[in-house]
Nanobody, 126 residues
Framework: QVQLVESGGGLVQAGGSLRLSCAAS????????MAWFRQAPGEEREFVAA????????YDADSVKGRFTISRDNAKNTVYLQMNSLKPEDTAVYYC???????????????????WGQGTQVTVSS
């Protein structure tokens, strides 16, 4: 059974940093795109960042430009999201996602990801 388990969320003051982790089990994803999405209360889920097996990445430029960095450790089957200069509007549940596709092409479309974690809460206080 494939599982994605996020960790690292919590409460932080504006301007602070958090590092989210997503550990995959049940299969390896070293050849597959992985991504982070988030969903704030009352809002739709939105794309944050994605990374290919080779390290190529894309971001939602408007919301996280220059502040968030996605990375992965294929040996550990884990993807990370380093979040710096956090703002209250970053408050959301953050979800990890993985694709079954063997591709370096990345997408912001959540429908293209096949596996999802349960989410980790990030709360940024002002």
């Amino acid at each position: 059974q494939v599982q994605l388990v996020e960790s690292g969320g919590g409460l932080v003051q504006a301007g602070g940093s958090l590092r989210l982790s997503c550990a995959a089990s049940g299969r390896t994803f070293w050849q597959n795109p992985m991504a982070w999405f988030r969903q704030a209360p009352g809002e739709e889920r939105e794309f944050v960042a994605a990374i290919s097996w080779s390290g190529g990445s894309i971001y939602d430029a408007d919301s996280v430009k220059g502040r968030f960095t996605i990375s992965r450790d294929n040996a550990k089957n884990t993807v990370y999201l380093q979040m710096n200069s956090l703002k209250p509007e970053d408050t959301a549940v953050y979800y990890c996602a993985a694709s079954q596709a063997f591709t370096t092409l990345l997408t912001k479309d959540g429908r293209r990801y096949d596996y999802w974690g349960q989410g980790t809460q990030v709360t940024v206080s002002s």
